[in-house]
């Protein structure tokens, strides 16, 4: 302060003195923005293989935390394993979860029926669910802390029922994520060519596995000719209906919706409405899907996506789309505003502050 007073005088001194009192403003309001936006909750952990960075939730009901991250979309998927080459690739290969479909059929077109890794019309793999679960069951004990997540898309009832045997000897073992999907109830858009794995039966099985996650959608016709479409309000309604009908919200299970890209883009409110509903008794997320090929419109989709953050939806979509939404740009809006915020602001203040004291 001496110094200070010695080396400058009169109006200069004055002009200072306020400039470093609007610059201590300045750091603290930059630091309270920087509190009000997420930025160090995502900073806590950083992902094992580099990804963005992360912390901890809990995605069963065990005591095991994992460091999957808030960002759910940043969990990669190896989709349709359905036979014991693409499995092979997976469990090498750098993603977190493995999704496959389970039809009732023989293994290798020989001997009796079985559950076995396809999906429709397929009938016939080299691989069966028993051999499957051994296998990712092998490999995650032998990989501590890069344990792969599990999901078993079950194609229709009478396969479901035929493997709860297996079920029962492995999901107890499983020190990781296990998702048990099926598409329960006819959707979008006007969906009448498959039938959908009966709800009730479904859900019957499913209570004794409480860790497991209850992955549970419509059946969907969609494509690339596709443009409107959407999970209708009855359809959502049918499946809050069918969820406390079988007293589903009172396990305490966790729920994810499958929902298909294209279709799900168009449906925001519905979809909304739903989670929102479910939300009240139990936890709920979405998983967004889709097919190659499909027609997606991918502003609406990421409108949907970060509507509902991206901590509580799973994205399972071909990489090309996942591309297209370029997630890392969350694009005008809040997170803008907020990087706006955190990087921006001091040098503005400094602008404007040199501007001001230039004037005087
Ligand atoms: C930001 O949050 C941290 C931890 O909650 C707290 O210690 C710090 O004082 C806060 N900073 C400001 C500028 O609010
Ligand atoms: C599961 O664990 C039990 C007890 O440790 C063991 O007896 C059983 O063989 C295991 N089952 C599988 C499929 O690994
Ligand atoms: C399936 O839906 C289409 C289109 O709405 C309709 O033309 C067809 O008759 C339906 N088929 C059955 C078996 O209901
Ligand atoms: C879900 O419920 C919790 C607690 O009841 C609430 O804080 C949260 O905002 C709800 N989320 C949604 C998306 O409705
Ligand atoms: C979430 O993950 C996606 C995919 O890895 C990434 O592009 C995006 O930047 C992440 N968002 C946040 C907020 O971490
Ligand atoms: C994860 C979660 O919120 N589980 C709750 C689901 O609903 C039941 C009954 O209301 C609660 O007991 C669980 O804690």
């Given at each position: 302060m001496l110094l200070l007073r010695g080396l400058v005088g009169g109006s200069t001194k004055r002009a200072l003195w306020t400039s470093i009192l609007l610059l201590v403003l300045v750091a603290q309001i930059n630091g309270a923005a920087l509190n009000a936006s997420n930025y160090y909750q995502y900073q806590v952990v950083e992902k094992e293989h580099g990804g963005p960075a992360i912390v901890n939730i809990l995605l069963?009901?065990?005591?095991i935390m994992r460091?999957?991250?808030?960002?759910?979309?940043?969990i990669t998927w190896a989709h349709a394993v359905n036979s014991q080459q693409l499995l092979d690739e997976a469990l090498t290969g750098d993603i977190d979860f493995i999704e496959a479909d389970i039809v009732l059929g023989k293994l290798n077109g020989e001997g009796e029926d079985m559950p076995v890794m396809a999906h429709p019309?397929?009938?016939?793999?080299?691989?069966?669910l028993a051999e499957f679960l051994y296998q990712i069951m092998d490999f995650n004990r032998d990989h501590e802390g890069q344990e792969k997540g599990v999901k078993l898309d079950f194609k229709s009832i009478e396969v479901f029922e035929g493997s709860l045997d297996i079920l029962d000897e492995n999901i107890p073992n499983m020190t990781y994520p296990i998702w048990i999907n099926a598409d329960i109830l006819s959707g979008p858009?006007?969906?009448?060519?498959s039938v959908p794995v009966d709800p009730d039966r479904f859900f019957a099985g499913c209570?004794?596995?409480?860790?497991a996650v209850l992955s549970i959608g419509w059946t969907t016709n969609w494509g690339a000719d596709f443009r409107d479409g959407e999970y209708t309000e009855e359809q959502c309604e049918g499946m809050l209906e069918t969820l406390s009908a079988n007293n589903v919200l009172s396990t305490g299970q966790s729920i994810t919706f499958p929902v298909r890209a294209g279709i799900a883009a168009n449906s925001e409110e519905q979809l909304h409405q739903l989670v929102a509903a479910v939300n009240e008794t139990n936890e709920s997320s979405l998983t967004i899907w889709s097919s190659a090929g499909d027609y997606v419109d991918v502003a609406k989709l990421r409108k949907l996506i970060f509507g509902f953050g991206v901590e509580r939806v799973y994205l399972d979509v071909p990489e090309e789309l996942a591309s297209q939404l370029d997630l890392g740009n969350p694009g005008n809006g809040a997170s803008t505003l907020k990087s706006l915020f955190s990087f921006g602001f001091i040098s503005l203040c400094f602008w404007a502050v040199s501007s001001w004291l230039q004037r005087l």
């Amino acid at each position: 302060m001496l110094l200070l007073r010695g080396l400058v005088g009169g109006s200069t001194k004055r002009a200072l003195w306020t400039s470093i009192l609007l610059l201590v403003l300045v750091a603290q309001i930059n630091g309270a923005a920087l509190n009000a936006s997420n930025y160090y909750q995502y900073q806590v952990v950083e992902k094992e293989h580099g990804g963005p960075a992360i912390v901890n939730i809990l995605l069963q009901d065990r005591d095991i935390m994992r460091t999957w991250g808030t960002n759910l979309t940043a969990i990669t998927w190896a989709h349709a394993v359905n036979s014991q080459q693409l499995l092979d690739e997976a469990l090498t290969g750098d993603i977190d979860f493995i999704e496959a479909d389970i039809v009732l059929g023989k293994l290798n077109g020989e001997g009796e029926d079985m559950p076995v890794m396809a999906h429709p019309p397929a009938i016939i793999s080299d691989l069966t669910l028993a051999e499957f679960l051994y296998q990712i069951m092998d490999f995650n004990r032998d990989h501590e802390g890069q344990e792969k997540g599990v999901k078993l898309d079950f194609k229709s009832i009478e396969v479901f029922e035929g493997s709860l045997d297996i079920l029962d000897e492995n999901i107890p073992n499983m020190t990781y994520p296990i998702w048990i999907n099926a598409d329960i109830l006819s959707g979008p858009v006007e969906q009448n060519k498959s039938v959908p794995v009966d709800p009730d039966r479904f859900f019957a099985g499913c209570m004794r596995y409480k860790q497991a996650v209850l992955s549970i959608g419509w059946t969907t016709n969609w494509g690339a000719d596709f443009r409107d479409g959407e999970y209708t309000e009855e359809q959502c309604e049918g499946m809050l209906e069918t969820l406390s009908a079988n007293n589903v919200l009172s396990t305490g299970q966790s729920i994810t919706f499958p929902v298909r890209a294209g279709i799900a883009a168009n449906s925001e409110e519905q979809l909304h409405q739903l989670v929102a509903a479910v939300n009240e008794t139990n936890e709920s997320s979405l998983t967004i899907w889709s097919s190659a090929g499909d027609y997606v419109d991918v502003a609406k989709l990421r409108k949907l996506i970060f509507g509902f953050g991206v901590e509580r939806v799973y994205l399972d979509v071909p990489e090309e789309l996942a591309s297209q939404l370029d997630l890392g740009n969350p694009g005008n809006g809040a997170s803008t505003l907020k990087s706006l915020f955190s990087f921006g602001f001091i040098s503005l203040c400094f602008w404007a502050v040199s501007s001001w004291l230039q004037r005087l």
